[in-house]
Protein backbone atom coordinates (compact mmCIF):
# COMPACT_ATOMS: atom_id res chain seq x y z
CA UNK A 1 0.00 0.00 0.00
CA UNK A 2 1.32 3.34 -0.83
CA UNK A 3 1.69 6.44 1.33
CA UNK A 4 -1.04 8.15 -0.09
CA UNK A 5 -4.24 7.61 1.34
CA UNK A 6 -7.31 7.22 -1.34
CA UNK A 7 -11.00 7.99 -1.55
CA UNK A 8 -13.85 6.25 -3.25
CA UNK A 9 -14.37 9.00 -5.20
CA UNK A 10 -10.19 9.61 -6.05
CA UNK A 11 -10.10 9.57 -9.88
CA UNK A 12 -6.71 10.88 -9.90
CA UNK A 13 -5.39 7.48 -11.57
CA UNK A 14 -8.55 7.51 -13.95
CA UNK A 15 -8.39 10.97 -15.43
CA UNK A 16 -5.22 9.95 -17.11
CA UNK A 17 -6.40 7.06 -18.85
CA UNK A 18 -9.35 8.84 -20.25
CA UNK A 19 -9.69 8.49 -23.73
CA UNK A 20 -6.14 5.77 -23.76
CA UNK A 21 -5.86 2.42 -25.35
CA UNK A 22 -3.80 -0.20 -26.30
CA UNK A 23 -3.57 1.60 -29.40
CA UNK A 24 -3.31 5.01 -28.21
CA UNK A 25 -6.52 5.59 -30.18
CA UNK A 26 -9.54 6.14 -28.04
CA UNK A 27 -12.50 3.98 -28.86
CA UNK A 28 -15.80 5.62 -30.68
CA UNK A 29 -19.22 5.65 -28.87
CA UNK A 30 -22.37 5.93 -30.13
CA UNK A 31 -23.52 9.01 -28.08
CA UNK A 32 -26.62 9.52 -30.36
CA UNK A 33 -30.00 10.45 -28.74
CA UNK A 34 -31.52 7.13 -29.55
CA UNK A 35 -28.95 4.90 -28.35
CA UNK A 36 -28.88 7.04 -25.30
CA UNK A 37 -32.39 6.63 -24.71
CA UNK A 38 -32.52 2.74 -25.13
CA UNK A 39 -30.05 2.34 -22.87
CA UNK A 40 -31.17 4.28 -20.24
CA UNK A 41 -33.26 2.56 -17.43
CA UNK A 42 -37.21 3.18 -17.06
CA UNK A 43 -37.03 6.14 -14.75
CA UNK A 44 -34.74 7.90 -16.79
CA UNK A 45 -36.54 7.39 -19.41
CA UNK A 46 -39.94 8.41 -17.47
CA UNK A 47 -38.32 11.78 -16.71
CA UNK A 48 -36.88 12.49 -20.53
CA UNK A 49 -40.86 12.31 -21.61
CA UNK A 50 -42.01 14.21 -18.88
CA UNK A 51 -39.25 17.20 -19.79
CA UNK A 52 -40.02 16.53 -23.45
CA UNK A 53 -44.03 17.31 -23.08
CA UNK A 54 -43.49 20.15 -20.25
CA UNK A 55 -40.99 21.45 -23.07
CA UNK A 56 -43.78 20.67 -25.73
CA UNK A 57 -46.91 22.42 -23.66
CA UNK A 58 -44.27 25.58 -22.86
CA UNK A 59 -43.30 26.59 -26.29
CA UNK A 60 -46.87 26.35 -27.49
CA UNK A 61 -48.08 28.63 -24.44
CA UNK A 62 -45.25 31.04 -25.82
CA UNK A 63 -46.34 31.01 -29.46
CA UNK A 64 -50.07 31.08 -28.19
CA UNK A 65 -49.06 34.47 -26.58
CA UNK A 66 -47.07 36.09 -29.24
CA UNK A 67 -49.85 35.05 -31.63
CA UNK A 68 -52.12 37.41 -29.43
CA UNK A 69 -50.30 40.09 -28.47
CA UNK A 70 -49.64 40.55 -32.23
CA UNK A 71 -53.31 40.97 -33.00
CA UNK A 72 -53.96 44.13 -31.24
CA UNK A 73 -50.80 45.78 -32.46
CA UNK A 74 -51.81 44.62 -36.26
CA UNK A 75 -55.54 45.67 -35.17
CA UNK A 76 -54.36 49.08 -34.35
CA UNK A 77 -52.09 49.63 -37.47
CA UNK A 78 -55.50 48.80 -39.27
CA UNK A 79 -57.74 51.49 -37.38
CA UNK A 80 -55.38 54.43 -37.20
CA UNK A 81 -54.73 54.02 -41.11
CA UNK A 82 -58.63 53.72 -41.85
CA UNK A 83 -60.11 56.92 -43.82
CA UNK A 84 -63.30 58.14 -44.04
Same mark, same amino acid.
Given at each position: ????????F??S??I???G????????A????L?VL??A???? $?KA? =? /?? #? *?LAS??C??? $???? =? /?? #? *??PAR?AV?I??F? =?
Amino acid at each position: MTGRRTTPFDLSGAIGQIGRTETGIAPAHDLSLTVLFAAAVPV $VKAV =L /VI #L *GLASVACWTI $VFEK =L /VR #L *GRPARSAVLITSFK =L
